[in-house]
């Protein structure tokens, strides 16, 4: 049964990094606004298009064959000038010139507090759709990205081992993850790495070199270390010259994986996560429920207050770390 609702228009953009699946998302706000005789919009490029004014009518036909496809139709930036309310006010009152009731936005933490700056300062509601491939957000198990970044890295590091195994090399496979660990923890493990290094946990070279020696005396003739680029001992290309210093025997190369892991279809995972979160968003904005990030916790839709998914983020699962250092031992 459909519902009566006070919303006529609403806008859908995308902000920040972009994520495989963000089609998707796009696509199912666009249509299950449709559905409840909403007219959608489309912002181009986050937050700066929303200062210039870069929205247009966004028909459902125009999302047809969208949702196999990486990156964003909608384009996306990153918006310093939308920290400064002078700019926020601009922001805000091209939305009302455009008619624009609500925003769904779709994208990570500095896309949820852009959202609810603009709620602060003007009341204007929003609905945040966790759309980032590092899986760091608070209130949510999943992130729109995440699944389909994870097979990106696991394919290349599968590719990574056939030529370590051929040259008998040791490989540092530096992933994206500035802040969070969560690509490299699980890549790590479904690539048998020797070693997984993640900003959430200190990092000991001397451990390290011990790890692996003992691997070698288990004649191992090759190896993977996974890197995340936020680790604290600065990135693989600097992990990989302590560790050559301290153990020259080592043919040692480096390789880092970069925005391969954001580009790409989407997996079915994604697809679907997308689809139901998209759904989801318009469904709040319904129901009168704003300044909130939608999430999916064991498999049910959640709400976030935008404050509360901004302050937290999610934390890397000990038990994963558990299973790490064992397999690798």
Not at 196 to 217: H, S
């Amino acid at each position: 049964m459909k519902k009566i609702n006070e919303v006529k228009r609403i806008g859908v953009m995308t902000s920040g990094g972009d994520a495989p699946g963000m089609n998707a998302c796009i696509r199912a706000v666009v249509r299950t606004a449709t559905y409840y005789g909403i007219e959608t919009w489309g912002v181009r490029r986050g937050y700066e298009g929303m200062i210039e004014n870069e929205m247009e009518e966004l028909p459902s036909g125009d999302v047809g064959n969208i949702l196999q496809r990486g990156g964003t139709m909608l384009r996306s930036a990153r918006s310093k000038r939308f920290h400064e309310k002078e700019w926020r006010q601009k922001a805000f009152l091209h939305l009302k010139e455009n008619k624009i009731d609500a925003l769904v936005v779709i994208g990570g933490d500095g896309t949820f507090r852009g959202a609810h700056a603009l709620y602060k300062d003007f009341k204007f509601p929003s609905v945040g759709v966790p759309g980032t491939i590092d899986n760091d957000l608070f209130g949510t198990d999943l992130t729109i990205g995440y699944d389909t970044a994870l097979n990106t890295v696991i394919d290349a590091i599968d590719k990574i081992r056939d030529t370590a195994d051929a040259h008998n090399r040791l490989f540092f496979v530096e992933v994206m993850g500035r802040d969070a660990g969560f690509i490299a923890l699980r890549t790590g493990i479904a690539g048998g790495a020797e070693s997984i290094l993640i900003p959430e946990a200190k990092t000991n070279v001397n451990t390290l070199i011990r790890t692996l020696e003992t691997g070698f005396r288990r004649k191992k003739q090759f190896g993977i270390v996974v890197v995340a680029e936020g680790d604290d001992e600065g990135g693989a290309f600097a992990i990989a010259e302590k560790v050559k210093e301290k153990f020259t025997s080592y043919d040692i190369r480096v390789s880092i994986l970069g925005h391969i892991q954001r580009g790409g279809n989407p997996s079915c995972q994604d697809r679907v996560l997308a689809s139901r979160l998209g759904k989801g968003a318009v469904d709040a904005l319904v129901d009168k429920k704003h300044d909130v990030m939608i999430g999916i916790q064991n498999k049910n839709i959640v709400l976030t207050p935008f404050d509360k998914a901004t302050k937290y983020h999610q934390e890397i699962d000990p038990e994963l770390m558990h299973l790490a250092e064992i397999l690798s031992s």
